[in-house]
T-cell receptor, first 118, second 115 residues
Framework: AQKVTQAQTEISVVEKEDVTLDCVYETRDTTYYLFWYKQPPSGELVFLIRRNSFDEQNEISGRYSWNFQKSTSSFNFTITASQVVDSAVYFCALRAPLPQDGTYKYIFGTGTRLKVLA | DAGVTQSPTHLIKTRGQHVTLRCSPISGHKSVSWYQQVLGQGPQFIFQYYEKEERGRGNFPDRFSARQFPNYSSELNVNALLLGDSALYLC??????????????FGPGTRLLVL
């Protein structure tokens, strides 16, 4: 089965605190892609990062960092020194194949709502 | 460059009516996917179109249909609306259906309320 689990429904932190959002995935594929998206109140899903299954290097982009561990099927997202503008719902997604060869869909988790308080 | 655009932004319909939602992909992108996001949940895959052909369909009833035009824009149609169809409908475009470098970029969505 293809599945993404985000167990944290809502997290509240005070500005400047670090916060980690958890993502656990299930897939039978040996090659797969994982994604993180941010959804502010406006509703648009903003792409943050793509990671393929062959690359387990952690990635850092400014205050954002991602920890991909195949051994635990996790792809966690950390925001360092959080800011009020980071308040949003964050989704982890897995690219899953469709029956027709070469076609894919995204399977999303239920999202984690992050509230950063001033 | 413009991102994915969707229209209308908001829509209110009554049960049994029909609705058409529109999407224009990022310039140069040939694949469009549609997702439904019910309040409090993650987006659920409805359709994928590439080069005007349906390439994939999620677990949605036949009341849902879509098409893609020669300019790669797309329409999502929902017939016989039910209260449960109330949701945010998201359109995503990508450069190559199934390509290994494919990343889906999403539009702002259409918020549909069925009364």
């Amino acid at each position: 089965a293809q599945k993404v689990t985000q167990a944290q429904t809502e997290i509240s932190v005070v500005e400047k605190e670090d916060v980690t959002l958890d993502c656990v995935y299930e897939t039978r594929d040996t090659t797969y892609y994982l994604f993180w998206y941010k959804q502010p109140p406006s509703g648009e899903l903003v792409f943050l990062i793509r990671r393929n299954s062959f690359d387990e290097q952690n990635e850092i982009s400014g205050r954002y960092s991602w920890n991909f561990q195949k051994s635990t099927s996790s792809f966690n997202f950390t925001i360092t020194a959080s800011q009020v503008v980071d308040s949003a719902v964050y989704f982890c997604a897995l690219r899953a194949p469709l029956p027709q060869d070469g076609t894919y869909k995204y399977i999303f988790g239920t999202g984690t709502r992050l509230k950063v308080l001033a | 460059d413009a991102g994915v655009t969707q229209s209308p932004t908001h829509l209110i319909k009554t049960r049994g009516q029909h609705v058409t939602l529109r999407c224009s992909p990022i310039s140069g992108h040939k694949s469009v996917s549609w997702y439904q996001q019910v309040l409090g949940q993650g987006p659920q895959f409805i359709f994928q179109y590439y080069e005007k052909e349906e390439r994939g369909r999620g677990n949605f009833p036949d009341r849902f249909s879509a098409r893609q035009f020669p300019n790669y824009s797309s329409e999502l149609n929902v017939n016989a609306l039910l209260l449960g169809d109330s949701a945010l409908y998201l359109c995503a475009s990508s450069g190559l259906a199934g390509g290994v470098q494919e990343t889906q970029y999403f539009g702002p969505g259409t918020r549909l309320l069925v009364l």
